[in-house]
């Protein structure tokens, strides 16, 4: 048992996001683990240490990476990595970076490469609770370099602090000089009248131009991502948003001034490239908001009514009345999504749409919107099938904590409700879920798609943003 264990739990998803990584390419991107400091004190943070086939290879000078490899040995890996061989390298800026052993350079990419600046990569790491040293310019400023134009969409900017978060994040656009339009995508709540909102971003406005940049706001109830996404091919998805500081305990603290010392909310950060030479799916929200094109909003999602619970122990399933009968169904196929839940979720109860955090479930559930399905399911591993309005609880429980026969029974009961809002026979599903969620619920389906099988998760990030696989 070693003192940085708890700080690589912590860490798991993000590590074998990057174990994935060099699966596919022999390499890494680069994992921020600054915050394994607060677990210990060492003279160097540099050192490596190895796992080969399921098992920790130990490195007496580098407790503190040895340490994650013992981790991952107990929690036991993927199985497409069981049978291989990782370094995982740990760097004196307290970057981790994971390599399949024996390879001396990346693979080759399996398409074309999208050139970035210099010195510029993806990021896919998360804000600890409580750390310190994060700012927009240390998160976001590098990537401005080469952009002149940026759509930031924010859902809430009404409360005086997220004003104030705004009026900051716009500072450190200012200090990129390159970077001669913003264009703030936001809603509205009922906490701050909307002429005052207004008000003060009509003075921020007049006071960028002075600084020859140029705001434009959009005004839209709807579209609850949290993004930035500037003209050069970067996509900058936090979780929180600009929201990820904790409060500050006094009006006076030296913290209220100075971000860096503000202590900050857990929050997950992806940065990724796209192609912007690329042209997008047509009407797809994502890219329209990239590309600053108006949002097509004319056929919004359509999800079933509420109704009492199945005798399935899982939670209550709406039950769908306008199911026409099998035998005149097969000229009436529907399109049914189903999306797998993620780790990461709201403390309190809430409508299951809004319950998942994490930016690979929101761009799922935009993606699926886009799709216009007849209806939209999320597969938890605690309830089974969810609609998106069902109030339910945060659980701790994915189907990588079951083992097989627990995954199988489990798969039944989903197919048992899945048969009661959709014909399995003739009406097409789309997965937008892991093998684990899919592998014994396929079999039973007829029609199925499963558009972004095979892809890592920086590249899922990548399709769900533009409408199209990135290889």
Known sequence: ??????????????????????????????????????????????????????????????????SLAEVLEKRGLPSWASEGSWVLKVSGKLELTVLQAGMKKRRPPRGPKVAGPPGLSEQHYRID??????????????YFATATDLTIVEP?????????????????V?????????????????????????????????DLAARGAVLDVEWDPFDHNRVVRLDNGWVIKIDRGLDFYQKPEYGTSVDFVDPSLRKCLQTSVDIFRVDTTAQATPGKEEAA????????????????????????????????????????????????????????????????????????????????????????????????????????????????????????????????QLRKVGDLEHDRFIFLAGLKYRKYLVPHIRHCEVPMEGLSIGKQLQFLATGGPHE
């Open 1 to 66: 048992m070693s003192k940085y264990d708890g700080y690589w739990e912590s860490k798991l998803d993000a590590v074998l996001l990057l174990l994935r990584q060099a699966h596919d390419d022999g390499q890494s991107e680069v994992l921020d683990v600054r915050g394994i400091v607060a677990y210990g004190e060492r003279q160097s943070w540099t050192g490596r240490a190895r796992i080969e086939r399921d098992h920790a290879l130990p490195d007496q000078g580098a407790a503190h990476v040895t």
């Open 289 to 416: 908001v990239m590309t600053g094109q108006p949002v097509d909003r004319s056929a919004p999602e359509v999800t079933e009514p509420r109704s009492p619970a199945s005798s399935h122990s899982t939670a209550a399933l709406p039950e769908d009345n306008t199911r026409p009968n099998t035998a005149s169904q097969k000229g009436n196929a529907r399109t049914i999504v189903l999306i797998s839940c993620v780790s990461e979720k709201l403390a309190h109860p809430a409508p299951a749409a809004e319950l998942y955090m994490s930016p690979l479930f929101r761009g799922s559930l935009s993606y699926a919107r886009w799709r216009k399905p007849r209806a939209i399911y999320i597969l938890s591993a605690r309830y089974g099938l969810l609609s998106l309005d069902q109030v339910i609880a945060p659980y701790n429980l994915t189907l990588n904590d079951m083992g097989e026969s627990q995954i199988r029974d489990w798969a039944d009961g989903v197919l048992e």
């Open 174 to 206: 200012v200090h990129h000089p390159s970077v001669k339009h913003i264009r703030l995508v936001t809603g509205h709540g009922l906490q701050e009248p909307l002429a005052e909102v207004q008000g003060k971003l009509a003075d921020l406005k007049l």
């Open 129 to 142: 609770q409580g750390a310190t040293d994060y700012t927009y310019e240390s998160i976001m400023g590098r």
């Open 156 to 172: 809430y900017i009404q409360m005086p602090y997220q004003v104030l978060n705004f009026v900051r994040f716009c500072a450190t």
